[in-house]
């Protein structure tokens, strides 16, 4: 009877062996698992993220279409006669003005300050340098702006576009 227990005792140690074995399978398959799931909840977060940045910057061209128009409108603002700055046609004007600088500013794109500021070759290009006594006359220091001649933006801090600008000497 020795050797049947001995033989009952091997079987059962045997299928102890292989239910540790499965067992362990199972837990290294299960963790596996887990990884691949935390691996891809974090791939589809950062795809989301990138779709999001893609769409918000897919507007940069409409935008950057827009912004001559914008242009336009500031240009001929400049050129208005004094006695007609107060005209309802000349208001209503500004208020279109108005309108699409709101608009912009709302979906995240700001004009980039220039006049009085010292020259920042990031933000700013240079299309002219005044002489020391214009720019004086102007009220600039060396290397300031003393004029603006096309507004640079930022879209959420990002440059979208440089501003041209004149310097003083």
């Not at 589809?44 to 409108?73: Q, S």
Request: glycine share 6%; aromatic share 8%; proline share 4%.
């Amino acid at each position: 009877m020795a050797e049947e227990d001995k033989k009952n005792l091997t079987e059962e140690e045997k299928v102890r062996e292989e239910l540790a074995q499965a067992k362990a399978k199972c837990e290294e398959y299960l963790n596996g698992w887990k990884r691949e799931r935390a691996d891809f909840i974090n791939y589809k977060k950062d795809e989301m993220e990138r779709i999001g940045e893609l769409a918000k910057y897919a507007n940069t061209e409409i935008i950057l279409k827009i912004i001559p128009i914008l242009d336009n409108i500031y240009l001929a603002e400049s050129h208005v006669p004094e006695e007609l700055k107060e005209n309802k046609w000349i208001n209503g004007f500004n208020q279109i003005k108005n309108q699409l600088a709101s608009f912009l500013s709302k979906e995240g794109i700001e004009p980039i300050e220039t006049v009085g500021k010292p020259f920042d070759p990031n933000f700013h290009e240079v299309v002219e340098e005044i002489s020391p006594s214009e720019a004086l006359a102007k009220g600039g220091k060396p290397g300031t702006i003393v004029e603006e001649t096309q507004k640079g933006y930022t879209m959420d801090g990002k440059i979208i576009r440089v501003a041209k600008v004149k310097i003083s000497k």
